[in-house]
């Protein structure tokens, strides 16, 4: 049946007994590639017919789909005429894990970060007003975790408020354990509360009784008495939206059914489908963390992973067991990543002492200042690319109380096969203007103990520690200290080239060293420990040099790079001053050296980049010497 879906089309024409057939196809697809590359497994097994539902009812593209969270687009993309660049999933060149612009006409935005999709559904649906399109319906699909962030209710409260917007949003609900509501009379109340007959007689009776207001309440308190009894997910309607469901997620064609209702009633709609996350591979289903959530490249026949090396997420995970036995005071805070950041042997250990938010940033980082204001130490573990969603309350919450609050950016720098929405490229630019924040960036696992323990005790503000994603570093150890920094590698003679590395930046700093001495370039190296604020020993250690290089895996603009130099300037030190680093754009997937190989950040990419700036420089000097 694959071989046949070249778009939507093809997938209107099937009968049931094929879209049985293509459900099972699509899942072996799945299954396949995700124990290949890895992938978010889960979540895609789960909306099979729910997708395939959508693109029988709806005629996207002219009808946007939009998924929140966008990893829950993979059958979406395969019913798009994309099955073979699943041979590829999330390898370069190959398909991304998200929604992307780039591949197809059908992937409207490329919202990776969650809870996003229903305020991008509130502006297509009032553009298509505004422009006189009432031939297109939006449809945001939303689920997996999205509606525990703020940003969804917000959409929704002023969706409720626009009554004549054509959208249906799927809620769908893969987290729930009651069975869905069945049978004549739920349906029959599915039917009346998308019929507008209905409100057009409802209406007339407010008009007509107007009054007589307690015959009227008593009509409508009827109605909604009923319908709670059968339907309990009524806050939906109580914020003044049509509600249609629970619908078996599962059942193609109850799902057509009621998307059906909802996109003829030409009005905000909610269709609440139930899921089952990881339905039809049992070594999903019978998973009971997260449901094959995003499993690493597995075992078809068994579904068991195959071995990861140590990771420095298991570095920081054990240091924080230890350090939690050490300190009653020290609370952890996740926003619904409490084994991705390794956070759930802090909960077995105190499981008192452990808040999982959902997918709330910015809570997160606010009810940390809380906890602070109360004499708690909060570690909040992120990923490094969802600190951006929280820099107001890190601001304006934290910050400005000088509260002792740390926070780890796990996955920083480039992440590689999630691509662009994921590299954690942005936080040392975006924090360099926190007043009173310290931000540490360790170069390997040793440095990673050390220094979150160092965060932890200070008491006068926030601290940051950042590490990447993959496995820990091999360890480089210090031959002395400038100041509080780490003094990595001191040349015999006169030196030429201050290198700065910046975590584990300092590996390549060292491998660059080596190939700078063998062209007669002699080379300091130097891992700062804790990037801001910068060590003013910098300085001293800058004017003994003709040349500094900073070497980071964040953005050039704005970073550690800016950070020296303008430390240098305040100084009146006149030290030129090159900065490594990320290119400051959107990167496709790949994986994490090749991107890095690109940027030029490997030890012979910045030993020949090194060489030829140090020999640009002598050239220009040499007239004003003879």
């Not at 093809?10 to 124990?35: N, Y």
């Not at 992307?100 to 996003?116: G, K, L, M, P």
């Not at 990673?448 to 005790?457: D, F, H, K, P, S």
């Not at 130099?565 to 959107?586: N, S, Y």
């Amino acid at each position: 049946m694959l071989g046949s879906i070249e778009g939507p089309h093809d997938v209107k024409r099937l009968t049931v007994e094929e879209l049985t057939r293509l459900a099972g196809e699509i899942r072996d697809l799945l299954v396949d590639s995700c124990a290949r590359f890895g992938g978010h497994l889960g979540p895609n097994l789960g909306v099979v017919e729910l997708t395939i539902a959508l693109h029988r009812v709806f005629d996207s593209p002219n009808d946007p789909i939009v998924w929140d969270t966008g990893h829950q687009s993979y059958v979406h993309k395969v019913l798009t005429g994309r099955a073979s660049g699943f041979e590829a999933l999330k390898q370069e060149g190959g398909l991304s894990g998200y929604p992307s612009q780039a591949e197809s006409e059908h992937d409207f935005v490329e919202n990776s970060h969650a809870s996003t999709a229903l305020s991008y559904a509130d502006g297509l649906a009032k553009a298509f007003k505004l422009r006189g399109e009432q031939d297109r319906t939006v449809v945001a699909v939303i689920g997996d975790g999205a509606l525990t962030g703020g940003m969804a209710w917000e959409a929704l409260n002023n969706i409720a408020a626009a009554k004549d917007l054509r959208l249906v949003i799927v809620v769908n609900d893969n987290g729930r354990s009651y069975s869905p509501t069945i049978g004549g009379l739920a349906s029959h109340l599915s039917n009346l509360r998308v019929n507008r007959r209905y409100e057009d007689f409802l209406d007339y009776v407010k008009d007509k009784l107007g009054n007589v207001p307690v015959l009227y309440d008593a009509l409508h308190g009827f109605k909604k008495g009923v319908k709670d009894v059968l339907a309990p997910q009524v806050m939906f309607e109580d914020l003044g939206l049509k509600y249609v469901g629970p619908i078996d997620g599962h059942d193609e064609q109850a799902m057509e059914a009621a998307l059906r209702k909802a996109r003829d009633f030409r009005g905000p709609v909610i269709v609440h489908a139930l899921t089952q996350k990881g339905r039809g591979y049992t070594p999903a289903e019978n998973h009971d963390e997260d449901q094959f959530h995003s499993p690493g490249a597995f075992d078809r026949a068994t579904g068991a992973e195959k071995p990861k090396p140590r990771i420095w997420t298991n570095v920081f995970s054990e240091e924080l067991v230890r350090l939690g036995k050490e300190r009653e005071d020290l609370v952890a805070i996740t926003a619904a990543m409490l084994h991705p950041t390794g956070l759930n042997a802090f909960a077995d250990a105190y499981p008192e002492r452990i808040y999982d938010v959902g997918i709330a940033e910015q809570h997160a980082l606010t009810s940390a200042a809380g906890l602070a204001l109360g004499g708690m130490h909060p570690v909040v573990a992120v990923y490094a690319t969802f600190l951006n969603r929280a820099f107001d309350q890190l601001l304006m919450d934290v910050a400005l109380h000088r509260l002792p609050v740390t926070v780890v950016l796990d996955r920083a720098g480039v992440t590689g096969d999630d691509g662009p929405s994921h590299n954690g490229m942005w936080d040392l630019s975006i924090l360099q203007v926190v007043p009173g924040l310290r931000v540490a960036v360790p170069r390997d696992g040793d440095r990673l103990t050390e220094l979150l323990r160092e965060a932890v005790e200070v008491t006068d503000g926030p601290t940051v520690l950042r590490f990447p994603k993959g496995p820990v570093a091999e360890a480089v150890e210090a031959v002395g200290k400038l100041g509080e920094m780490d003094l990595l590698r001191a040349p015999t003679g006169e030196p030429d080239v201050l290198l700065v590395g910046v975590g584990p930046m300092a590996q390549l700093c060292m491998e660059a060293a080596v190939l700078l001495d063998a062209q007669g370039i002699a080379a300091t190296v130097v891992d700062p420990r804790w990037v801001k604020p910068l060590d003013e020993a910098l300085v001293l250690a800058a004017s003994a040099h003709k040349m500094v290089a900073v070497v980071e895996d964040n953005g050039r603009v704005g970073a550690v790079g800016d950070a020296v130099a303008r430390l240098l300037r305040d100084a009146d030190v006149d030290v030129p001053v090159r900065t490594f680093g990320i290119p400051q754009e959107f990167l496709d997937h790949a994986k994490r050296a090749v991107i890095l190989g690109r940027a030029g950040l490997t030890g012979q990419d910045l030993a020949r980049q090194i060489t030829e700036a140090v020999a640009k420089r002598t050239s220009h000097e040499m007239p004003a010497r003879h």
